[in-house]
């Protein structure tokens, strides 16, 4: 499993190798390891992290990887951000999920108050993109995606791939906007090694904001 090689246009492609943070667990310390930090400087259609002759060897290093989002914009309104995995180095992103996806929401005119489980945004042995979000993120200049994606053992050739995601997000109802907590979880329903993982919005670019990859001991 390799997931360190940026394959998309307009990113800063400089790496960070420096950053070690801990978690305390009871009995246990979990180590935090920065593999790669993309920053966006103008739009672009996909952020893909693949495996390459002159990345970091994950195959083996670790067996949770933790993607984290902080201020995804979009150009196009109330569009929703997504992602997919690929078996093949990038060449197809096309990997069968089984995925749930339930949310909490709240208007800023407190119109809206709602926990559930929407049936309409999960996945049955699908190929599609997996959304993080139910609804679409506002475009506004101070709207934004900010999230984390953990994916465990993606390199097991005996193991279909589990991912977990929380993301927060400014959405809208009419013209009222909306804070919406989505959480999805599922699996890629492969035993093949996962080797890239590509994220887009549903429609139009990514505008701006950073995507952190973290390997976890």
Same mark, same amino acid.
């Given at each position: 499993?390799?997931?360190?090689? &940026?394959?998309?246009?307009? +990113?800063? &492609? ?14 246990? $310390? ?16 996909? @952020?893909? +992290?693949?495996?390459?002759?002159? =990345? ?25 951000? *997504? ?24 208007? *800023? ?5 709602? &926990?559930?489980? *929407? =049936? ?10 997996? @959304? ?19 994916? +465990? ?12 995601? *929380?993301?927060?997000?400014? @959405? ?6 909306? $804070?919406?907590? =989505? ?32 390997? &976890?001991?």
């Amino acid at each position: 499993m390799a997931l360190s090689k &940026l394959t998309a246009d307009s +990113f800063d &492609l400089t790496d960070n190798y420096a950053f070690t943070g801990t978690v305390s667990g009871v009995g246990s $310390t979990q180590k935090l390891f920065l593999i790669k930090n993309i920053d966006s400087s103008g739009s672009t259609i996909t @952020s893909s +992290f693949v495996d390459g002759s002159n =990345s970091v060897d994950l195959d083996n290093t670790y067996k949770t990887y933790l993607f984290r989002f902080i201020n995804m914009h979009p150009v196009d309104d109330q569009v929703k951000f *997504e992602f997919q995995g690929s078996i093949d180095g990038g060449s197809n992103y096309n990997v069968t999920k089984t995925t749930t996806l339930f949310k909490s929401r709240l208007a *800023e005119n407190d119109s809206i108050q709602e &926990l559930g489980y *929407e =049936s309409g945004s999960d996945l049955a042995q699908s190929t599609n993109y997996q @959304s993080f979000t139910y609804a679409g993120i506002r475009n506004e200049n101070d709207a934004s995606l900010n999230g984390v994606l953990r994916i +465990f053992n993606p390199s097991s050739s005996v193991f279909v791939k589990h991912f977990i995601s *929380e993301c927060n997000y400014m @959405s809208k109802s009419g013209t009222t906007s909306v $804070t919406y907590n =989505s959480f999805i979880a599922g699996y890629g329903n492969t035993t093949n090694s996962v080797d890239a993982i590509d994220f887009k919005m549903s429609s139009g670019n990514i505008d701006s904001g950073d995507i952190l990859l973290f390997g &976890l001991n």
